[in-house]
């Protein structure tokens, strides 16, 4: 089993910044793609960015391109999601998911299908 925990949430305005982290524990040994997803209040959940295990390949929603960096810190099983310029409609539950992965792959997993552990997510409110 692998826990997820996020952090780093909270509510702040328009433009500004938030860096949120997921910290990996339990079953760590192993080798995994991380990725973060949202969800809003009465929406579907949806990708927001993926990292290869080894930190080479990542991928990124059309709607955050350019503003979110995802990263992850393999030594002490992090992944990080740094948030700059945001907007209200970044609004919603953030979600850390792991999916064990050849260490090697660089096909990025967008799918929340693709993901076996998941957080329980961390808050992101951005106020007008």
């Known amino acids: 089993q692998v826990q997820l925990v996020e952090s780093g949430g909270g509510l702040v305005e328009a433009g500004d910044s938030l860096r949120l982290s997921c910290g990996r524990s339990g079953r760590v040994r192993g080798t995994y793609a991380m990725a973060w997803f949202r969800q809003a209040p009465g929406k579907e959940r949806e990708f927001v960015a993926t990292?290869?295990?080894?930190?080479?390949?990542?991928h990124y929603a059309d709607s955050v391109k350019g503003r979110f960096t995802i990263s992850k810190n393999n030594a002490d099983n992090t992944a990080y999601l740094q948030m700059n310029s945001l907007k209200p409609e970044d609004t919603a539950t953030y979600y850390c998911?792991?999916?064990?992965?050849?260490?090697?792959?660089?096909?990025?997993?967008?799918?929340?299908?693709?993901?076996?552990?998941w957080g329980q997510g961390t808050q992101v409110t951005v106020s007008s």
């Open positions: 990292i290869s295990w080894s930190g080479s390949d990542t």
């Open positions: 998911a792991a999916a064990p992965v050849n260490p090697l792959a660089t096909v990025a997993l967008t799918l929340a299908s693709d993901y076996d552990y």
